[in-house]
């Protein structure tokens, strides 16, 4: 793996300089409404290039009168429509529908009493829009019935799968629930399971003291692969102390469970600690998967977000590097055609929503930070992540202004792929060698005189200059790893290139 990964990097490394890049917001807005509250929401963009934006409102200190709010907007945050629906106070979440052009489906559980039978009955709301904010369907489908006793469920995102079926799974009690759900109402498939509480003591050794109880927790449930038909479902079994690692559990299309794997991988230096927001990312082209999750590194026990790297397998393959710390948690991955990653996380003890962009090997190719107030969304489902179709990435979520949470979106323009690459001869200066090992050498055109060379770690750390009168950066020091330099000519052209320090 190391080997076949080195000589990929070393033919990035060959390429020829690239002008510089930037992102930079290019709108801001946030919508308010006196003396409520927001939780909650869902950012689309529609095929005339305008966004559709749903969140969940609420009366503070009562918690009463849930409504969902949808907006139709420009870019620009000019709203050109809205529809309030009532709704209720559990889960929600909007998709698209895959079956009819520019609409949505707005879903949400709410749970009624049957006093002759003494339970409790679970429902699925379905609620048909489209993209003009007209209601076309209002469906409500019975899940389930439970005793009295079970007052709570837990949810996990709800999708639409590749046969156009709405998947839903919840947990009451001990019990996993699994629907696959019509888009007509009807219920095709319907499953319950304690096999992922039983104690997986074949994977995980039982060790003295040790709780193997499946943490409670919105992790990620989804299709793993559409041919054959396999759903995972990512779960934490929760120790005495320390992490928590991850379990994957594998379904077949009728829900059967197939197969377990424990993602605790400490022959590769990797220990994966449950947090809210574990889910698996399919780079179909690659015939592999991320998960994105916490990860800590052995024996350095340094912790941040991370994204882990496997064949369809489970053999591992790469990782990316840590960001933040303990304190930061992943909100969403999307991975695009060409496997461009964008991973989204929350930094809470320093307030900054972080965007980072990854190619397919897990290289940083850059992260972007900004400033947020109090909160942007900690569960899943309180952010989301959409790229829109002129490149821009659209990210909605909450903020916190004049003691109210109010919905927020954010439009970030990056012209990274915009950037032409340039011939060796237009390179105002040469660099060797790469991969390097002590003294890293750059020799520059006659005229030609840099403004500041500057290497940075894939963290983002400046860890080396060259100096006025020096032509080389000793980098012999350093950690073995991929650097990032950034050279700024007088004139104020920027170039970056890759550094493999071996």
Not at 236 to 252: L, N, R
Not at 258 to 263: D, E
Not at 334 to 346: A, F, K, R
């Amino acid at each position: 793996m190391k080997t076949k990964l080195y000589s990929l990097i070393t033919s990035l490394l060959m390429a020829a300089c690239i002008t510089s890049y930037g992102q930079e917001i290019v709108n801001d807005f946030t919508f308010r409404k006196p003396d409520k509250n927001f939780a909650e929401c869902n950012l689309f963009e529609n095929k005339d290039g305008t966004l559709l934006f749903r969140t969940l409102m609420y009366t503070p200190n009562t918690y009463e009168d849930w409504q969902h709010l949808l907006y139709k907007t420009t870019p620009e945050g000019e709203v050109l429509d809205s529809l309030i629906i009532d709704g209720s106070a559990d889960y929600s979440y909007l998709l698209q529908n895959p079956t009819a052009s520019n609409s949505y489906i707005l879903t949400e559980d709410y749970w009624t009493f049957n006093e002759i039978d003494s339970l409790y009955t679970v429902n699925l709301r379905m609620v048909f829009i489209d993209a003009n904010l007209n209601i076309n369907n209002d469906i409500t489908v019975p899940l389930c019935n439970v005793d009295p006793s079970v007052y709570y469920a837990t949810w996990d995102p709800w999708f639409i799968d590749p046969q156009n079926n709405i998947i839903i799974s919840f947990w009451t009690d001990n019990v996993h629930h699994l629907r696959r759900v019509g888009l007509d109402g009807t219920i095709i498939t319907a499953r319950e399971t304690t096999e992922l509480f039983a104690p997986n003591y074949e994977i995980l050794p039982p060790q003295p003291d040790t709780d193997t109880t499946l943490v409670y927790s919105e992790m990620g449930f989804g299709v793993f692969s559409e041919s054959p038909l396999v759903y995972y479902k990512l779960g934490g079994f929760k120790p005495t102390s320390g992490a928590y690692p991850i379990f994957g559990y594998f379904f077949d299309a009728d829900f059967n469970l197939i197969g377990r794997r424990l993602y605790d991988q400490y022959s590769e230096g990797i220990a994966f600690d449950g947090a809210n927001a574990e889910h698996i990312t399919t780079l179909t082209d690659e015939n592999a998967y991320l998960i994105t999750t916490q990860i800590t590194r052995i024996p350095q026990n340094t912790s941040g977000v991370g994204v882990a790297k496997y064949d369809m397998d489970h053999n591992p393959l790469d990782t990316s590097p840590l960001f933040g710390a303990n304190d930061c948690f992943p909100l969403q991955t999307i991975c695009t055609e060409d496997n461009t990653i964008y991973q989204l996380y929350v930094n809470y003890s320093q307030n900054k929503l972080v965007l980072a962009r990854l190619d397919s090997d897990l290289n940083l190719i850059w992260n972007y930070t900004t400033p947020i107030n109090h909160m942007f969304g900690y569960y899943y489902g309180m952010s989301w992540m959409t790229l829109l179709k002129n490149g821009d990435i659209a990210i909605g979520g909450l903020v916190r202004k004049s003691m109210r949470y109010c919905a927020s979106f954010i439009i970030l323009h990056d012209d990274y792929d915009n950037t032409s690459e340039m011939t060796n001869k237009d390179c105002p200066f040469i660099i060797y060698p790469n991969p390097v090992k002590d003294q890293l050498t750059l020799r520059f055109d006659d005229g030609s005189e840099p403004e500041s060379v500057e290497l940075y770690d894939l963290a983002g750390r400046l860890v080396g200059t060259k100096s006025n009168g020096l032509e080389s950066i000793d980098m012999s020091a350093m950690p073995s790893g991929m650097y990032l330099l950034h050279v700024t000519m007088k004139e104020g052209t920027s170039y970056h290139e890759k550094i493999l320090k071996e």
